[in-house]
């Protein structure tokens, strides 16, 4: 996580589009989730945000000693929604990533993902995150997605 220079943005996790509610996303059971997986971690309902109002979690995890994430979650309807972590380098956001498929989300092959930079560059595909794998995995899945929308 300590990468000299490395690609910061917003990562946005999402189930397939094809399937919204596969999730089932509650943000009162995943402020919980937080809670109990990163111990330090802090959440706020932040009420109904954006110009199509939502209801909105922010959140604040320790995933390493001194390094920290900072994410929103929303669900503009019920049981659908979105979850971002921002400024975040692949490394990072993949501990964020890797708890997702593996802690929160009902099945492993319900994350997709996208980032800021891609979407900023034009690119509106969705990439997958690794059904299995390690931390390493999902960060050189991360990783690559960057390098390719870096080179948009």
Excluded: Y
């Amino acid at each position: 996580m300590h990468d000299e220079n490395p690609i910061r943005t917003t990562f946005i996790f999402h189930p397939p589009l094809e399937d919204a509610l596969a999730w089932n996303l509650n943000l009162d059971r995943l402020a919980r989730s937080l809670e109990q997986s990163f111990p330090d971690a802090s959440t706020k309902n932040e009420g109904d945000l954006g110009p199509r109002p939502a209801a909105t979690l922010s959140f604040e995890i320790q995933i390493a000693e001194g390094v920290w994430l900072e994410g929103l979650a929303t669900t503009p309807f019920e049981g659908m929604g979105s979850v971002m972590v921002t400024g975040a380098s692949a490394a990072e956001a993949a501990v964020f990533a890797a708890w997702l498929r593996d802690c929160f989300a009902p099945s492993p092959e319900l994350v997709e993902f996208s980032s800021e930079l891609a979407m900023n560059s034009g690119d509106e595909s969705v990439w997958h995150l690794p059904e299995s794998g390690s931390l390493a995995d999902v960060t050189g899945v991360l990783q690559h997605h960057l390098d390719v929308a870096d080179q948009l």
